[in-house]
């Protein structure tokens, strides 16, 4: 079964831009979860959709937003960038949302750069 | 604020000794722990769950859950170098997300 795939895998933009990042889950997982990843505040969750609907989110601006289609692909977007959104985003997919055993594997992530 | 703390590191084992990895956390509620191993420049990739106290085995490692003292380890027998990695513990409960802890460096030296 393939994993979770995410794309681009690199990216540049410039303060001001606006990004969106793509994932595509395991088949059959219909939850996907995204995370800020920076060497100086860790893993940090953005937010969870499950069936096209945000089930949890992280405390992040505005600015960070996402969505989630029927076929369980999502995409996180990420307006007016600043220099601090310079970050690995990693996605992760688990089968359901109300699984507490559920586990969840992540893609292999965006390296997002801001100049 | 739920919270998840590990030793951030690094720890520095020999080649073939047992690494010891330990993480505490705040919400006794939690439910389901979870250890995942991130190579740098990588992604993290899971190594083992555990839902029940005691310990889980697989393989060289070995996780251990104790509840009443909100504490999770991982041990990993005879270590390699090609275990020298982050090592994130993540913690979750019923219909919230994962906390993740801001992981363990770990060096085996040859």
């Known amino acids: 079964k393939a994993g979770v795939t995410q794309t681009p895998r690199y990216l540049i933009k410039t303060r001001g831009q606006q990004v969106t990042l793509s994932c595509s889950p395991i088949?059959?997982?219909?939850?996907v979860s995204w995370y800020q990843q920076t060497p100086g505040q860790g893993l940090q969750f953005l937010f969870e959709y499950f069936s096209e609907t945000q089930r949890n989110k992280g405390n992040f601006p505005g600015r960070f937003s996402g969505r989630q289609f029927s076929n369980s692909r999502s995409e996180m977007n990420v307006s007016t960038l600043e220099l601090g959104d310079s970050a690995l985003y990693l996605c992760?997919?688990?089968?359901?949302?109300?699984?507490?055993?559920?586990?969840?594997?992540f893609g292999p992530g965006t390296r997002l750069t801001v100049l | 604020q739920k919270e998840v703390e590990q030793n951030s590191g690094p720890l520095s084992v020999p080649e073939g000794a047992i690494a010891s990895l330990n993480c505490t956390y705040s919400?006794?509620?939690?439910?389901?722990f979870f250890w995942y191993r991130q190579y740098s420049g990588k992604s993290p990739e899971l190594i083992m769950s555990?839902?029940?106290?005691g310990d889980k085995e697989d393989g060289r490692f070995t996780a251990q859950l104790n509840k009443a003292s909100q504490y999770v380890s991982l041990l990993i027998r005879d270590s390699q170098p090609s275990d020298s990695a982050t090592y994130l513990c993540a913690v979750r409960s019923y219909g919230q997300n994962f906390v993740f802890g801001p992981g363990t460096r770990l060096s085996v030296l040859p």
């Open positions: 919400d006794r509620g939690s439910q389901s």
């Open positions: 088949s059959g997982h219909r939850s």
């Open positions: 555990i839902y029940s106290n």
């Open positions: 992760a997919s688990r089968p359901s949302y109300s699984g507490a055993g559920d586990t969840q594997y």
